[in-house]
């Protein structure tokens, strides 16, 4: 998994899903190839078939659930995501948050599949014990922080350094982080802080110009 890096959460915004999803994906592409950052985007399961055919940056579904193939109903299966186009899974985010040995399980499903893991944590006692399973990638979010105007790396500096060495302790996994990003300045001080990169949502999904303000934040990484 290339760092530093920028995931850019489409959530369940009107402005992220089906159709408005695919062009938002296309603008991601372009900031991406105009930039030449590494930009991947995390949508709905429905979106990934649609939208993993007409991008080529990485696609990473919000969830997957740790069932195996067979009788389950209403779940998102790490085959089919997989077969669907997807690149990865976003896990344990704090709007979909799993039980710890749910979280085990959906890793190691991932991981079968030849999915990468981008988990989620609150707070750096979570990012800790979420090491041990050894993700790809861990992003560190306060909740508190989520959908608001002041980024995690102005409010909390202190929440990304803590992660960052504590996750160290466990293993050697790129730690970024997320909540409240919104301009070129938050990224800046993510990276100083020791980010390898940002996940972001509102700013982008919500902006009046996607392409300029994903620009800002792919500029400053
Ligand atoms: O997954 C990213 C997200 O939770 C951050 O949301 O809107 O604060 O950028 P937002």
Redesign the pocket.
């Known amino acids: 998994m290339k760092t530093p890096i920028i ?1 850019v ?1 489409f ?1 369940a915004y009107k402005e992220g899903t089906g159709r408005n999803a695919v062009k938002l994906a296309k603008i991601c592409e372009k900031v991406a190839k105009k930039t030449k950052k590494n930009i991947a985007i ?1 949508v709905e399961e429905v979106d990934i078939r649609n939208i993993s055919s007409k991008v080529k940056i990485p696609v990473l579904s919000e969830h997957l659930d740790s069932i195996r193939e067979g009788a389950h109903t209403g779940n998102n299966l790490a085959e089919a995501i997989k077969e669907n186009g997807a690149w990865g899974t ?1 896990l344990n ?3 979909n948050r799993l039980r710890i040995d749910q979280l085990e399980e959906s890793i190691k499903r991932a991981r079968e599949v030849g999915l990468k893991t981008v988990v ?1 944590a609150n707070n750096s006692e979570i990012a800790e014990a979420v090491a041990a399973f050894e993700p790809d990638m861990i ?1 560190i ?1 306060p909740p508190e ?4 105007d002041i980024s995690v790396s102005t409010a909390k500096p202190q929440v990304i350094t803590d992660t960052i060495k504590k996750v160290k302790r466990i293993a050697n996994i790129p730690v970024l982080c ?4 919104k301009s070129g300045a938050d990224v800046k001080k993510a990276i100083k802080l020791g980010a390898k990169g940002i ?5 982008i999904v919500k902006a009046k110009d996607p392409e300029k303000a994903l620009t800002e934040l792919a500029d400053a990484l």
């Open positions: 995931i959460n959530k995390a976003l985010h704090s709007e989620c992003a979010e922080l989520i959908g608001g997320g909540a409240g990003i996940l972001v949502a509102s700013g």
